[in-house]
């Protein structure tokens, strides 16, 4: 069983900073870094060193090939990525001193997707692989359909949230990765607790395994039969730039080699507990070895 991920390569641009800038107001930064991110990129780098086949499909410019290397030497396979003319996409990151961070995103080739380039992709896809997607990419609706066609297993990270993406064939998904924040927006209100959210979840998407993290409180798993609750890991906050792409690997990576609902969820938040210990995007995903061995 393969894994494709049709997702964002990102050239992310981190700035720490005493408090994230005001409107009108200019600050210095206090240390700066450029590292390779995305969702899509640090979701597939997540999958590989969780021990997940990975074929990414995305692009990014010529010149920034050292990004598809970093990729590659994280385990993902990058047969189905290109370099091209168009800019790569990027991400301006503030990173303030409570952790707190801000995120201006441009998409660049991450925009660049004709749907039969996407189908060309997946020429070696068969019924019952999996197809990542997040909300970096273009025509994410076209992308999901072409894929529920081709009776591909679709798990979708709705992030960042449009508001569109609701009229999306979500209920035709296998899995839906949200925080709380994108579940509130997905139905169009909000929620004074876990319980509600599980009550809301079931009766907008009975059909589909919905997956909901909750930042410091963990993450839960919530089907019609079952709620699964996993308590996130007490650590200190540096950075929770990719922290949720880190879960959503390692927890999908499980997930594909038939593991518990609850040890899914217990290795996802594992794993972004370290990552969340650390700055940048794809720099803070650690490996399979550190995770065990937390
Ligand atoms: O989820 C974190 C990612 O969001 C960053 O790497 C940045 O590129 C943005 O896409």
New binding site residues.
């Given amino acids: 069983m393969k894994i494709f991920n049709y997702g964002?390569i990102?050239i992310?641009h981190i700035y720490q900073v005493p408090h994230l800038v005001a409107p009108g107001e200019t600050i210095s930064s206090t240390a700066y870094q450029q590292v390779l991110?995305?969702?899509g990129?640090?979701q597939s780098i997540a999958l590989a060193k969780a021990g997940a086949v990975v074929k990414h499909i995305g692009r990014c410019n010529k010149a920034d090939q050292w990004a598809l290397e970093q990729m590659r030497q994280a385990g993902v396979d990058c047969e189905l990525t290109q370099l091209v003319d168009q800019p790569s996409?990027?991400?301006i990151?503030q990173v303030d001193a409570q952790a707190e961070n801000s995120?201006i995103?441009f998409g660049g080739a991450n925009q660049s997707f004709s749907t039969d380039d996407f189908k060309h992709a997946l020429s070696s896809a068969e019924a019952g692989d999996y197809l990542l997607l997040q909300n970096?990419c273009n025509d994410i609706e076209q992308m999901i359909n072409i894929a529920l066609e081709r009776q591909l297993k679709v798990v979708f990270n709705p992030?960042p949230m449009i508001s569109n993406i609701a009229t999306f064939a979500i209920d035709k998904i296998a899995v839906l990765v949200v925080n709380e924040i994108e579940i509130s927006q997905l139905l169009g209100r909000s929620f004074n607790s876990t319980q509600q959210i599980v009550t809301a979840v079931r009766k907008h998407y009975s059909n589909i395994e919905v997956i909901v993290t909750l930042g410091a409180k963990g993450a839960m798993w919530i089907n019609s039969e079952e709620c699964i609750e996993v308590a996130a890991h007490k650590v200190e906050v540096v950075d929770t730039?990719?922290a949720?792409?880190t879960f959503l690997g390692f927890l999908l990576a499980a997930i594909a080699q038939g593991q518990s609902y609850k040890s899914a969820l217990a290795i996802g938040c594992k794993a972004s507990a370290l990552a969340v210990q650390s700055m940048g995007?794809?720099s803070s995903i650690p490996s399979m070895a550190q995770v065990s061995a937390s």
């Fill in positions: 964002s990102n992310d991110g995305g969702k990129a640090n996409g990027h991400a990151i995120i995103l970096e992030s730039t990719a949720g792409d995007a794809s």
